[in-house]
């Protein structure tokens, strides 16, 4: 072993080692005869030897529980006594009788709390105090019923509401153990200012400034109340009548802004201050506050701007708002407030981008769902051709704002804002035909240059963390995942004897310069976990030129749409798409060149079929010009290997078209066919495409010749079949050659069948004797060869063949046989059959056997 210790060291070191390991084999060994005693313990060993004593049942509720159902119990009938007394029996008692027995009962229901407290009976207490709070309601209500009758309700609701929250607050305080009259207080300040504000007759505008300063006093509760309760009584006080103020303040920005504003600033400033105090509820309570603002400035803003300003009033707002994100960093700000704030006003903005997207749509769409005839001249205009142009202005304040900012999401918002914008401008304030199509060909050259270089866009942005290096991931992963010197205690263990996780073994330490220690990887026998790859961060310049290019993909569609309109604006289109896609696909990279490869093929196909339309050709012509599409591909795979084979899919593509542009002329067809065969032959040529191509080519020329027969008439099948027999007898003649072990099947199976089937068919319904007679020769011919060679193929397709065409001829003779014998004859002849067949079955089962075995060592 060699290291950089002293002998008397390491010797220290490997016995520490040893009595780690001997003690975790003393400690398994001990495990596994518990394990090997439970696994096989006798079935009557299961039955303990020792009395059991039975568990005590467990008890459905504690005391606890149980006390405080029946106290919860007793004074909810309590109460419904005192309610039923207080409106059935009150009217059968005099005044003074009435005032004797609530004075009596309220005072003895709060003051019979005190004395349970200092016995110990809390929740006793608790009871009989929220009786006391009840009965103190009811003595409200009588007092009205008797004392004040004419009073008015609602004014008569706020004062009684008012002070029972201040005495309940006083009781509250005064016997601090008791958890309800302190909440109960909260809840009836809520009451006073609304229904005071009610009682005086005042309108929506009133009850939510009373409704706003009693969620202020509810938040100040929260700030600095310390019962728990109190607190979560008050904040959903404060969120609920906070909520309708709000709401109301933000209807009236829509109706009466300058009465609302004032509402909004005052809702927003609490919510500031509570964001401020409250770092937990910071982010929440700042978009409140911030949505608020925007709707105080931007209520008053709409009303003195004209109606299409309306919306980008309200995105500068929101814009404005969203700068605290920066601009409060050097205020020192809390961080949430600021998230907040600028959340409020990024939401302002995204929803008036939202408000901007139906002419971007429009302009998108628009020209693909075109209505008119190409070439018509006609243009059909946009369907929101009167959507308002401050759109544009909207799309271009959003662009100008993310350019600030210095992310990768902020980067592709800008580059998409700008498409866009440019997509948008046709339709908002609306473009003639001839400046829209230029700004489409614009936006399309634009788009796709970024997507082919991007690195200008990329200045500023952080580049994004490397991918850790292998060896230290390695390391880092052996240092963690060691947990003893053997690697065995990843969960522990229990003793059967005591019943205790024993503790792990300490793990000796680390001595730098050798092997000792953790991650212990150099003799310990630990192998570290090898670290999982992980896939590299995307570039920002990778990003963003897909943002782009897909934009630019759009556009190119959009503007190839629009010029069909004009004959001349279509080949403008189409040359410019096609030059840039070029372009990409010369320039670029992985994906984009490939998509923009086969863009490319489908411009130029494009720009054939438009020149025929312009020459007046008619669609078999048509057809022979789109071949020189797939033509080209052919010759451009050859040289351009990365994306020869989707570039060549597309050509054959074109091509398929091309096929059935003629397939109203069968002569054209065939001739079609035969060029694409010798397109695909000469595509063969190339070592990597030969298996496919050549196939291909073969197919396509056995197609055309085909439609070509059809085309002159024939209808002898052997004149369709022999072109396909013999190139397959060939073929399958050479596979043997080169492979003799290959089963006959495949070499002549699918060549002697496409001739073979469809002649027998032809023969069974051809009343010649031509046919069955060469049909029944060629099949004699081929059993034979079968026979010779021993391939398993020919002598069964050829004896099969020659027999159904041998049947076919005597089939006449036969019946004429048959006709003529007596009725009995028959019958008999099949029993003697049968008889002789039953007489010698063992042998004709042998002679089977020996038949299926000799078929079987053929080929």
């Not at 004014?155 to 201040?166: E, K, M, R």
């Not at 662009?399 to 999401?409: I, P, T």
């Not at 570039?539 to 010029?563: H, M």
């Not at 081929?782 to 099969?800: H, I, K, M, N, P």
Request: hydrophobic share 55%; proline share 8%.
């Amino acid at each position: 072993m060699d290291n950089s210790l002293p002998p008397a060291d390491e010797l220290v070191l490997v016995d520490r080692e040893l009595a780690q390991l001997e003690a975790r084999r003393t400690h398994l060994l001990a495990r596994r005869a518990w394990l090997v005693q439970v696994l096989y313990r006798p079935a009557r060993a299961a039955t303990p030897r020792w009395p059991v004593t039975p568990a005590a049942p467990v008890a459905d509720s504690t005391p606890r529980s149980a006390q405080n159902v029946l106290l919860t119990l007793g004074g909810t009938l309590l109460t419904i006594a005192a309610v039923a007394f207080t409106l059935v029996s009150w009217g059968s008692m005099g005044i003074g009788g009435r005032a004797a027995v609530l004075c009596a009962v309220t005072g003895a229901a709060l003051a019979a709390p005190v004395a349970l407290l200092r016995r110990g009976l809390a929740s006793t207490a608790e009871s009989v105090a929220v009786l006391g709070l009840v009965l103190m309601v009811l003595d409200a209500y009588a007092l009205h019923r008797v004392a004040l009758p004419d009073a008015d309700g609602l004014g008569y609701a706020a004062v009684v509401s008012a002070v029972l929250a201040g005495a309940w607050a006083a009781y509250g305080s005064a016997l601090s153990r008791l958890r309800v009259p302190l909440p109960a207080a909260v809840v009836a300040a809520q009451l006073p200012l609304p229904l005071g504000v009610l009682a005086a007759g005042g309108g929506p505008t009133a009850f939510a400034w009373a409704a706003l300063v009693t969620a202020a006093a509810d938040g100040a509760a929260v700030l600095w109340a310390r019962p728990l309760p109190v607190r979560v009584t008050a904040g959903v006080g404060a969120a609920v009548l906070g909520g309708w103020a709000l709401l109301t303040g933000g209807w009236l920005s829509l109706s009466s802004p300058w009465s609302g504003a004032p509402l909004l600033l005052a809702g927003a400033a609490v919510c500031l201050y509570a964001a401020w105090r409250t770092p937990g509820w910071a982010v929440a309570a700042s978009v409140v506050a911030g949505l608020a603002v925007v709707a105080a400035v931007g209520g008053p803003l709409r009303s003195v701007l004209p109606g299409d300003w309306a919306v980008p009033g309200y995105v500068l707002c929101g814009l404005v708002l969203a700068s605290v994100w920066r601009a409060g960093a050097g205020a020192r700000l809390p961080r949430g407030v600021r998230a907040g704030l600028a959340g409020a006003g990024a939401s302002v903005t995204a929803l008036g981008l939202l408000w901007a997207l139906p002419p971007v749509v429009a302009g998108a769409l628009g020209p693909p769902a075109r209505t008119t005839e190409v070439w018509s001249g006609e243009h059909a205009g946009p369907a929101l051709a009167s959507y308002p142009a401050t759109a544009a202005l909207v799309l271009a304040v959003g662009a100008a704002a993310l350019a600030s900012v210095a992310r990768l999401w902020a980067r592709c918002g800008v580059l998409v804002l700008v498409w866009a914008l440019l997509t948008a401008l046709p339709v908002s304030p609306g473009l003639p035909y001839a400046a829209t199509l230029a700004l489409q060909l614009l936006t399309t050259t634009a788009t796709l240059w970024i997507a082919v270089r991007p690195a200008p866009l990329t200045r500023g942005l952080p580049r994004p963390e490397a991918a850790p290096d292998a060896r230290t991931a390695t390391a880092g992963a052996a240092g963690s995942a060691a947990p003893s010197a053997t690697g065995l205690t990843d969960r522990p263990v229990t003793d059967p004897a005591s019943g205790s996780v024993p503790p792990p073994p300490s793990a000796p330490p680390r001595v730098p310069g050798t092997g000792f220690g953790a991650p212990w990887s150099g003799w310990s026998g630990w192998t570290p976990p090898k670290p999982r790859p992980q896939a590299p961060p995307a570039e920002p310049g990778t990003v963003l030129g897909w943002v782009a290019y897909a934009g630019g993909l759009l556009s190119a569609v959009g503007a190839v749409a629009l010029a069909l309109d004009v004959r001349e604006t279509t080949f403008v289109a189409l040359g410019v798409v096609l030059g840039l896609l070029a372009g990409v696909a010369a320039l670029g990279a992985g994906a984009r060149r490939t998509v923009s490869a086969c863009g490319a093929v489908l411009a130029a196909a494009g720009l054939v079929l438009a020149g025929a339309e312009a020459a007046g050709l008619e669609d078999h012509w048509t057809a022979l010009a789109l071949l020189l599409v797939p033509a080209a591909t052919a010759a451009v795979g050859a040289t351009a290997r990365p994306v020869a084979l989707p570039v060549e899919i597309t050509g054959a593509t074109v091509g398929l078209c091309a096929v059935g542009l003629a397939g109203s002329r069968p002569a054209f067809l065939a001739l079609v066919l035969a060029l694409g065969g010798v397109i695909a032959a000469a595509t063969a040529v190339r070592p990597e495409r030969r298996r496919f191509a050549s196939w291909a080519a073969a197919g396509l020329f056995l197609l055309a010749a085909w439609v070509r027969l059809g085309a002159w008439g024939v209808t002898t099948p052997e004149a369709y079949t022999l072109p396909v027999t013999v190139p397959a007898l060939v073929v399958g003649f050479l596979r043997r050659r080169r492979d003799p072990a290959a089963s006959s099947w495949t070499a002549y199976g699918p060549g002697l069948a496409v001739t073979l089937l469809p002649s027998l068919g032809a023969a069974w319904t051809d009343p010649e004797w031509v046919r069955p007679l060469v049909l029944g020769a060629a099949a004699l011919v081929v059993t034979l060869l079968g026979a010779r060679f021993r391939l398993q193929a020919l002598l069964l397709l050829g004896g099969t063949v020659l027999a159904l065409d041998g049947l076919h001829e005597l089939a006449p003779y036969v019946v004429q046989v048959v006709g003529a014998l007596p009725r009995w004859l028959p019958p008999a002849l099949a029993g003697l059959l049968l008889l002789a067949v039953g007489a010698t079955y063992e042998q004709r089962l042998r002679d089977a056997r020996r038949l299926r075995e000799r078929l079987a060592r053929m080929r």
